[in-house]
């Protein structure tokens, strides 16, 4: 067999990684059909991918990269250090749509030297631009093809993009002028699947080879249980938490965030919205990092301490707040565990379920809730807790030194030392209530070899996929 | 009575009682979460099995009954409240213009797909039971004011409306003691009818996520919450979709019961 | 051996008897007549010989159509039968057709499901027949729907329907009770007219003695189910041996003594009143079309006058009665009572409706079934400044209910608990109770059986003694407007044609319409029951 | 007639123009911004704006219902915010499956209930009448979401004799396209056969207690003849009406199913659109379900007329 079929939950809203946040669109598109000057491989590491290698100068302000010879995009245009620097431009320029954009702040300028070789000069070190640059969004586009990419996508990868049935699928086949290794597969199809039921059914009717992010966690043991599957269960960046507005009365009251966060009980979330999947976590960072610290024994599970918390912050009686729900069942589960839980101890809230575009603007831009519940997905953001106007609100000067010195160091142990540092502070701090990573859980046939255990960053990387016997 | 209407009330007196137990007495706390034991198959502790957050079905059902009965009751009141009024002023100057524009707005309202007009209300105002209620209510404006309009023009044809007219009574008058009265019959069937899609279309809502919110239990709500664990405890979906089945085909039945009961041509052949 | 012999025939719907022991029979080219009050069975009869009884009933007795007998037929057979050589005619011709299928189609279809003739053959002998019965396709095109002709045209296709494969036998079950007096003659002509052409036996069902005793051969009388007297038309009638035979007759032609006429001022006085009716548009743009329902009608009604108001249907009497009540606004002319105007830009004026209260024709329909009696007959009170109370609006209720023959007590009932000719009294009682200067009838008694009628019209004339009433009677019936008026107007299409006292135009009609009208109008032989031998008393 | 539909025709034009303006003005107060959505939480204003400016969400709102009902006038729907494709392309697709879906279940729902419904009438007060009403009494009770979820549990996960979801496109083949909405077809179609024959006995009675009727036996006709040549399309009139009414509630019942049986049709397509604040293809959806609502009303009416002569000189 050379061909997969692939189901995700949500569909691309268009197949432009470098102009949208929707994770769909990296997961059909990266390193598939784009690739970028490095790239995250399935464990996490930064690799090369059209850079061949890079020279770092001495203060760490330039970076010099030399490209892969022989690699073409789809349309045959080869692909040149032109091209590195139009996107890295477009990604960068003032009119730019990139979502990311602040992944390219420290860019003062691309300069082409030769056909094959693109210097970076950053206003100031950055410890992690080979991380930024192996993102999605920096991914090498052609200008040629720039009008129509968020239909008609042309990349250096492994595969080209064929065709797409809106609300249904999008094939891709292989592009045998590949500058690396011929995949195995043929030919890749990609189904939008975002109802859970469905999601099961489809898996149990063979539809789909694969599911990744399979949506119901509840029917996984099934799964286990038939020898037609394997299951894959991995750890996404997605640090789920309960955010809190630390603005917002009464949780500019250390005390109060503290009782919260000893009035859950992480397991019994973990087991009633995940099935069990998840780990748990006591800070925003992601377990499988090497710089992760486990600080889940700052908030065991104590009600009495709780409400004895809440007392002394002057809420005897408790008090009443909101809980904003997004549609994952993450949230939408785990928001009725934890509003029970918080009513153990006292504490009324108000559930309101919001999709994601209501979540955006009355959550996250209009910072007009309480407490919700959201997976931060992003690869390595504890950042975000350095700033202040974050919807969560957390304005720590410490924190945010902190931070700073930790853009500017390069040397990997010093950095583990501050990452340490900054979980012990928030976790101290009781910024949000920290719940539990998020699993990647995906199920395939159990003849489908080489997929991402665990999801670095959103994608199906098809070029080390294949059938065995 | 009929041997429909019989059963009709039966079953329905039944499902209130159930509904207004929950309010003082349920086996279980229906809120009361108990993870370590959930999705639970019926049992001699949890008659109807647990949930998956390992909450008593069966208690949860008695108070789902209850909020499901409550929006489609209220969304049913807001139909009766305007509905009756607005079709009995169309019908007291048939093809003036108050007739027209009514009449009119109502086939604009009932062009609506009920739930196209659900879904933009709640796009608008965010999914709760409130915007539930008020979009089934709107929808049954309409309903209510044809039925109303269509039983009263032809009770204005009637002699014994003349003979209120000729006594000097005015027409609203005349609406309020000669009119209401009679059509009361068919706006209790309409009712009965309307009640029982309620409980549907709130089931239905509440199921895409539209309608009552979490933590009250409603029926389609708890079905929602099924949906993706029916393939390993079915018994999650079948129990409140069988509460839904009972309480609309009761509530049928009583609707049609009363309608025979109410006939005014079988009346004459009792009398 | 007769046509149809029908002997001890006995239905029960239920297990409540409908018809008892019925001997009856028709022979060939006979017209028997059934006549009988409402509810005797007449109808069950004639749905006993086509075997179209309800599905409970229980049928006892034979029933023979030249030696076969029906009872025992399996229902294959009996459709074979029904409509080649048994035809029926129904009563209602508005609703006895199909109104999606074009008059020729149904007419057709009598001969095709019988299989008498070939498809092209049948359409031209259904064209026969409609042109048989006075409907020539190239003025009536039988591509026509029913909802296109009017009622007797519509009555004649029924008929051409009927006899298409010239039955043996036809059941006419009350033909022409819902047609005006001028086509009820022209269709009665026509059945006889086929009866001798065809040879057929009819059995023809009427309540109306007048009619059988033009038409028939012979008469079966019918009561609660029973034949009470048969016998050749002549004989029966010179005879008469049942008193319910001779109650009905003399209740059919019941006439009553109104008391002296007196008063010369104008109570009610119409001056060239139109009503119109603003039709649907015909073409989107222009002007609106109206038909004139009431067209410039003039006459005064003075104090203690008892006029009366004969027309055909549709001939806008009612439309004129709810003008004159003020319910409707006219377009012209004024009406004016004790020379106020009973309808103002304000709408009805209460002081001036307060002369007037109005007996409809309908006892079922004219009262609210959800009230008690006392609260019916008291709603004119409305019309009071100060209407009475307490112990003195008891005993107005019940000296009204008095006045109309019925007890005190019955104020308490529902409608429901009275009979027909009880409603017409309670609705009376209605009217009297405030005394009002003018009372109007509209059809008021066409809609009860003659025993009922005929007791209704005492009462009338009983109230003109001791209630000195002033009244406008309209009716279709001449031979009621003819003994409960003084004065009559005859209306035609919206306008009076004719005007003057009763006995006048009645003896003498001027107006041609007038003329056709008493001419169409059926007349019972002139028997005078007095003078007779009574064998049984 | 000419004239019949004519007033038909205007009647039908301002419920449109009506309806188009309240879903202008709902959607417009609708909170959430689309661009937001569509960049995420990490945008930034100065993209923000260049994003609304490339939408054309920055012009005026009588500006833009102008051109929105000017654009469908002329089959123009807009683009969709999100997948930056023609509104109008997106629905065809959809339309693609919803229609077939609801033309199948009103197929089906007929070919139940007709001779459900007739059977019952001729048989009335039998035990045939009463079996087949209790099965319908049952039958309108049961919401058709939940009844998908029992097909889906028995038919697909059980039995595997369907998929339990996903349509795999017209061009795999008639047969597989149709299999693939059996099911959600039927359960559509069971509640709302129900309906249908409970009308159509309802009707049929009514109809045989005319006088009509009794004319046709006397001319010879049997029961099952009366009923078939002059009773059928007399009870039609009533009968129309709620295949009409059925039609709305078909497809707005095809929403849910779609949802269950995870179908890419137009109500999926509302939903989508609405979680991504896609308001041009919600307004667009919705404002074309009411079309389709508003035309099928207007055809019943022109149905009646064929049905019934007398509707043809009436107005
Ligand atoms: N379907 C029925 N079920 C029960 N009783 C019936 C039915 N039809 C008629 N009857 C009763 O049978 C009796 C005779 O009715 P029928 O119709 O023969 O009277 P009729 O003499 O034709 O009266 P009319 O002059 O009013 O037509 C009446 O008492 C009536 O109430
Ligand atoms: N509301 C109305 N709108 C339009 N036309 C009407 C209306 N009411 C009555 N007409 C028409 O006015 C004419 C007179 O009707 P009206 O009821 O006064 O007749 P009638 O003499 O009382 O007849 P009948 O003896 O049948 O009661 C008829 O042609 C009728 O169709
Ligand atoms: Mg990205
Ligand atoms: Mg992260």
Redesign the pocket.
Known sequence: QSDITIALQLEPPHLDPTSAAAQAIDSVVYTNVFEGLTRFMGDGSIVPGLAESWEVSEDGKTYTFKLREGVAFHDGAPMSAEDVKFSLDRARAEDSANAQKALFDGIAEVTVLDPASVQLTLDEPNGSLLFNLAWGDAVIVSEASIADIKTNPVGTGAYKFAEWVQGDRIDLTRNDAYWGDAPALESATFKFISDPTAAFAAVMAEDVDVFDNFPAPENLPQFEADPRFQVLVGSTEGETILSTNNKQQPFDDLRVRQAIAHAIDRQAIIDGAMFGYGTPIGSHFAPHNPAYVDLTGNSPHDPDKARALLAEAGHPEGFETTLHLPPPSYARRGGEIIAAQLAEVGITAEIINVEWAQWLESVFKGKNFGLTIVSHTEPMDIGIYARPDYYFQYDNPEFQTLMETLNTTTDPGERDALLQQAQQIISEDYVNGYLFQLAKLGVAKAGVQGLWLNAPTAAIDLTGVSWSE | MSRGLWIGSLLTALMLGLALLSLVWTPYPYEQLDIPNKLMPPSLTHPLGTDHFGRDILSMIMVGIRTSMGVAIVAVAIGLAFGIPLGLLASQRKGGWIDEVIMRTNDVIFAFPLLAMAILITAVFGPSATNAIVAFGIFNIPVFARVTRGGALSLWEREFIFAARVAGKSRLRISAEHILPNILGILIVQGTIQFALGIQVEAALSFVGLGVQPPTPSLGRMLADAQTLVTIAPHIAIFPGLAIITIVVGLNLMGDGLRDWLDPRLRVVRA | MSLLEITGLSVSIAGKPILRNVDLSVAKGEIVAVTGESGSGKSMTAFSVMQLLPENAEIGGAIQLDGTELTALPEAQLCAMRGARIGMVFQEPMSALNPVKTIGDQVVETILIHGALPRDQARAHAHEMLSRVGLPPDQFSPTRFPHELSGGQRQRVVIAMAIALRPDLLIADEPTTALDVTTQAQILDLLKGLVSEFDMGLLMITHDLAVVSDMADRIVVMRAGEVVETGPTRQLFARMNHPYTRMLFEASRHSVELPEKHGAEALLSVQDVVRA???PRTKLFGPAEY?R??DGVNFTLRKGERLGLV????????????AILGLEPVQGGQILLNDAPVYTERGADLAVRRGMQVVF?DPFGSFNPRHRVARLITEPYHLLDAPPTGAERADAIAEALRAVGLSPDDARKYIHEFSGGQRQRIAIARALIIKPDLILF??AVSALDVSVRARILDLVAELCESHDLSYLF?S?DLSVVRTITDRVLV?RA?RIVEEGETELVFSNPRHPYTQALIAAAPVLPDIDIDHRSHPHV | MLRYTLKRLISLMLSLAVASLVIFAVIEIAPGDPAQFMLGVNAQPDTLAALRAELGLDTSKPDRYLAWVGGMLQGDFGTSYTYRTPVAGMIADRLWVSLPLTIYALVISILLAFPAGIYAASRRGRIGDAAMMGTTQLGVAIPNFWFAMMLVLVFAVNLRWFNAGGFPGWDKGLRTGLHALTLPAIALALPQASILARVMRSALLDVLGEDFMRTARAKGLSRGQAIWRHGLRNALIPVLTIIGLQVSFLLAGAIIIEQVFYLPGLGRLIFQAINARDLIVVESVVMLLVFVVITVNFMVDLAYAVVDPRLRTRT
């Open positions: 009716y603003r039709l038909h329902a009431v027309g055909e249907s549709g001939c806008g009497k009612s439309t004129l009665t709810r024709q509209d059809e309209i279709h209306m919206g």
